[in-house]
């Protein structure tokens, strides 16, 4: 499994809002990673982004040390300073191996979660890799990862405890709002229609909240959104000039930058010093910092949902030791199985290889000899041919085969 290497920024190594600066939008996504898997000659390649963490999962025989991380941050990111490429790879985790295969499913298992036992990772590693597979980034060998990985995070939510009343991003966010006393009647601005913010609002409306205003790029989405939860939908190009108000604002979108402004804040409060509640999930945040310093605002960020993450992890300890041995034990199957892949696929050129023999045996080696043939000598030879031709194929896939099983 030598050719499997991740390369990490995670809530473990690298600040949030630092972890928000590898984020790349969805518009220039598949663009930008096939220009970079075709500058490293990569075989096959998975970009993860989530709320608090990016990875590149890669399939290559190249060593992914500190020297080729720093140059494939550098191509893939151009906009970032030396500075901030020196410091993202003095801080980026590098898996190689095994030890790849091993982180992968412990974080799609939640272990490696900021808040462990949440199961939207698993959604979340999935769709990377589909995506990625069906754009054609990634092939055979991640397909078959990806398998593996999902049988491995089902069991363990299946039979652990770590998932046990479930937490996640979405509900300590919350549990944050709901110490503030919002009454249930606010005005509450939501930006972006994905998963996060249609899960959230589910919360919300679950819980009594029902004056609810959806924005968002697609229109459509908006008013899908919108329409769930009995509220308007506008998109997101009209914000800057919404008049009505608000009480807690909600944002998690894909942006690559920070799409409220000061000047839009300042658009959308109307002239409103009241207090407001900020909700921003989005790496990058979707809020300039600026607008903290210069209006009356409460601000609840994945970062600070930090303490209540720790506190979460202090219940599931105990857990852990069993989602670590079925980890361990996934681990030990998959080793098999990608193992019996690569000599399924190194056997798949077996009949190419003898298809090619044959026809240069037959069109040059021996062409002067097969044309002083007469045709029943050369049919009853072109019969012995594609006989022994079957057989030589056959007899090393078999010996193949029982091998594999004797060694499982």
């Given amino acids: 499994m030598k050719e499997f290497r991740v390369i990490a920024f995670t809530h473990k ?24 898997k075709n500058k490293f000659g990569i075989s096959e390649l998975v970009f993860l982004s989530t709320c608090n963490r990016v990875e590149y999962v890669l399939h290559t025989d190249l060593e992914t040390d500190a020297a080729f991380v720093s140059q494939f941050l550098t191509a893939l990111y151009p906009d970032l300073t030396e500075g901030e490429i020196r410091s993202a790879t003095k801080h980026a985790l590098i898996f190689s191996n095994k030890a790849a295969i091993g982180h992968l499913f412990r974080v799609a298992s939640s272990l490696d979660s900021l ?17 990625c597979i069906a754009e054609g980034l990634a092939g055979d060998s991640l397909r078959l990862l990806i398998k593996k990985i999902i049988s491995t995070a089902k069991e363990v939510y299946t039979n652990t405890d770590i ?25 509450i601005l939501i930006v972006g229609a994905g998963v996060t913010n249609s899960n959230l609002s ?35 190009s009209s914000l800057e000039a919404y008049q009505e108000g608000f009480d807690v604002l909600v944002t998690c979108t894909a942006a690559s930058d920070h799409i409220i402004s000061p000047e839009v804040y300042k658009n959308i409060l109307k002239n409103d010093l009241s207090e407001k509640v900020i909700i921003d999930l989005a790496i990058p945040y979707d809020v300039d910092p600026q607008v903290y310093k210069q209006f009356n605002c409460k601000p609840i960020l994945v970062e600070s949902l930090k303490k209540a993450a720790e506190d979460n992890l202090l219940l599931r300890r105990e857990s852990l030791i069993d989602c670590e041995a079925i980890v361990e034990r996934h681990l030990e199957e998959f080793q098999e199985m990608y193992h019996t892949r690569r000599v399924e696929r190194a056997m798949q050129e077996v009949p190419k290889k ?42 090393p896939m078999k010996m193949a085969k029982e091998i594999l099983l004797e060694k499982n």
């Fill in 13 to 36: 190594n690298t600040p949030l809002d630092q972890v928000g600066k590898f984020h790349i939008d969805e518009s220039e996504r598949k663009e930008r990673l096939f220009a970079i």
């Fill in 115 to 131: 808040v462990v036992g949440e199961r939207e990772i698993l959604t979340q590693v999935r769709n990377a890799f589909e995506q």
């Fill in 163 to 187: 998932s046990k009343n479930p937490v996640s991003v979405v509900s300590l966010a919350y549990r944050e709002l709901r110490k503030l006393n919002i009454p249930l009647n606010a005005k």
């Fill in 202 to 236: 589910k919360y919300l409306q679950k819980h009594g909240f029902n004056n609810f205003t959806v924005f968002n790029r697609s229109l459509e989405r908006a008013q899908e959104l919108a329409r769930n939860l009995k509220g308007q939908a506008y998109a997101l």
């Fill in 354 to 395: 003898i298809r090619e023999i044959h026809d240069t045996a037959i069109n040059k080696v021996f062409a002067r000899e097969l044309s002083a043939l007469d045709n029943e000598s050369r049919e009853t030879l072109d019969k012995m041919l594609q006989y022994l031709e079957k057989k030589y194929i056959s007899v």
